[in-house]
């Protein structure tokens, strides 16, 4: 069984982010907890180290959540400021969500 990669789990996100903020970002914790459990069943694996990986997924998407806080003014056809913001929204809330997964219960 192969594992799906950090960097393709962050296209797919990126894919989800933008459709999210394009609705208008309706139900923000619905739409990360589906995605969380659909890649969720993605990265569950025996050879995978769940913790590292969520580590680095966490890594990630907080990155790409602070580069959305700084547009490039000078880029054609970028979103808009408020589909930007919903975009920052969907991955820091997705990071959280993995966040909560790594707490210790």
Known sequence: MTTIS??????IAAGEA?????EGGP???ERVTAL???LEGLIDSP???????LAALIERLDAATI????PDEAKRGQPSEAELHSQRLF????G????RRLAPT
Do not use: K, P, Q, S
Request: hydrophobic fraction near 60%; avoid cysteine.
């Open 27 to 29: 139900d923000l914790d």
């Open 96 to 99: 959280d969500h993995f966040r």
């Open 18 to 22: 933008a459709a999210y903020a394009a």
């Open 36 to 38: 969380a459990e659909r």
């Open 47 to 53: 050879t995978v180290n769940a913790a590292r990986y």
């Open 6 to 11: 950090v960097g393709e789990i962050m296209e």
């Open 91 to 94: 991955f820091a809330a997705l």
């Open 67 to 70: 580069a959305l806080a700084a």
